[in-house]
C-alpha cells in the first residue's frame, strides 16, 4: 500500500529548494543591478547553501542512528533529494563561477589561485630534510623565479577563461559524484524488460 508524501519531501522537497535557490540567487545579484559584486555574493551564498545541504545528506543516517526522532527520521528518508538539492545549488554556483569569470576576467584571475591570486601555503622543507641532502636539494624560490623574469604576472582573457572552465569543469564533477552517491548504485534491470 503505498504512503502518503507530504508536501515536504521526495522530488516536491527538491523542487521546492532548487527553486527557493534559483529565486534567492536572482534577488541577490539583482539587488547589485547584477554587476560583478551581486554575482560573487551569489558565489558566496551559494557556497554555503551547498555546504549546508551536502552537511545534511551526508550526516542523515547517523544522526538518524544516534538521536532517533521524527526530525532525523525525516532526514533520513530524504537524503537521497537533499543530497540532489546539493547538486542544484553547486549547479548555480558553477554558473555564478562562470558569470564571474566572463564579467570580470581580471578581477577573477586575481580572486583564483589558478590565475596566481592566492598562494600555497609553504612548509619549512629544510626542518624535514636530513643536513646531507640540504645542498642538492635547492630549488630556487619563487621570488628568485619571479626576478629572472620566468614568472610571468598578469592574466589574459585566455588564461582567465581557461582557469574559469577548468573551476567550472570541477564543480560539475563534485555535483555528479554527490548525485551518484546520493541516489546509489544503480538496481539491476529485471530480465524480459
Excluded at 540567487?25 to 551569489?42: K, P, T
Excluded at 614568472?151 to 563534485?174: E, K, L, N, Q
Aim: with cysteine; aromatic share 8%; proline share 5%.
Amino acid at each position: 500500500m503505498p504512503t502518503r508524501q507530504n508536501w515536504f519531501e521526495g522530488w516536491r522537497l527538491f523542487a521546492l529548494l532548487a527553486l527557493t535557490l534559483l529565486a534567492l540567487s536572482i534577488w541577490i545579484a539583482g539587488m547589485r543591478g547584477f554587476e560583478v559584486e551581486g554575482v560573487r555574493m551569489v558565489i558566496r551564498f551559494t557556497a554555503r547553501t551547498s555546504l549546508v545541504l551536502f552537511c545534511l545528506a551526508f550526516a542523515a543516517a547517523a544522526t538518524a542512528l544516534l538521536w532517533p526522532n521524527a526530525g532525523t527520521r525525516w532526514l533520513r528518508r530524504n537524503r537521497r533529494y537533499l543530497g540532489v538539492s546539493f547538486a542544484a545549488s553547486h549547479a548555480i554556483h558553477a554558473a555564478a563561477i562562470l558569470a564571474f569569470a566572463v564579467m570580470d576576467p581580471i578581477g577573477y584571475a586575481a580572486a583564483t589561485s589558478l590565475a596566481g591570486g592566492a598562494r600555497p601555503i609553504r612548509t619549512n622543507k629544510t626542518a624535514r630534510t636530513p643536513p646531507a641532502r640540504r645542498a642538492h636539494s635547492r630549488a630556487p624560490t619563487h621570488a628568485a623565479a619571479r626576478d629572472n623574469g620566468s614568472h610571468t604576472s598578469g592574466s589574459t582573457d585566455a588564461s582567465s577563461s581557461a582557469a574559469a572552465t577548468s573551476s567550472v569543469t570541477a564543480t560539475t564533477g563534485i555535483a555528479m559524484a554527490t548525485i551518484r552517491f546520493t541516489l546509489g548504485p544503480p538496481r539491476p534491470r529485471a530480465h524480459g524488460r
